[in-house]
């Protein structure tokens, strides 16, 4: 196989069933290593606001029906924005992809060719169903900047200001528990063969997802530290 086009980048996406707090962690991982926090809904608008080809005008108009957009569109995506942002010299945190096995396969091999095989990792937070059912209707989620969750309705009202300080704290209508009946539907259908693609690659790694924001982090910290060695930011997180 040659060299890979791009040298020293990495990527990583963090994988987990909706309210395993893969956003939280994906923000704090992009932000540890100065990488691209890459939103898949997020940079899906922004190329629609960039296109107006046949094809990005009918996922637009499936979207709007309620529909998700298809996977060879996302893919498209997907990759056309993952180049750019890693020929620009960031390295990317993917929150929200791979999200189907088609996209899994697709942006791969992808990236394999683009970055070779030690520089793709995924990460898969692991949290049971039960768990998971509790902290949708205890979340709250700040209206201007929707990293910032915070899964306990005793301290954080409906109406409070974010403790982060910039916008008022809600919950999202997309935690009601039949719309979380739907999500997980599609999480398992979906995603989970999409996860199990990525572990027979051998780029997968599970964490315990049930413990708290901070326990989570400090485990996907060391497990980074370990892979990917001198690369990884030693800093104030690093007490051992
Ligand atoms: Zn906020």
Known sequence: MSTPPLKNQFVISVMGPPGSGKGTQAYLLAKKLGAFHFITSVEGKKYIAAHNDPETKRQVARYQEGLLFESPWTLRVVKDRTQSILESGQDI?????????SEAEGLILFLFQLLGRECVMAIEL???EEELKSRLLKRRVCDRNHSHVFIDSEHYKVGDPCPEGDGVLQKRDIDDPSVFKTRMEEFRNL???AIEFLRKEGVLTVINGEESIENVWRDIDKELARRLGRRWPRGAHDND
């Open 191 to 193: 995603t989970v063969p």
């Open 126 to 128: 692991n949290v049971g």
């Open 93 to 101: 945190v993917y929150d929200g992809s791979p999200r189907t096995l």
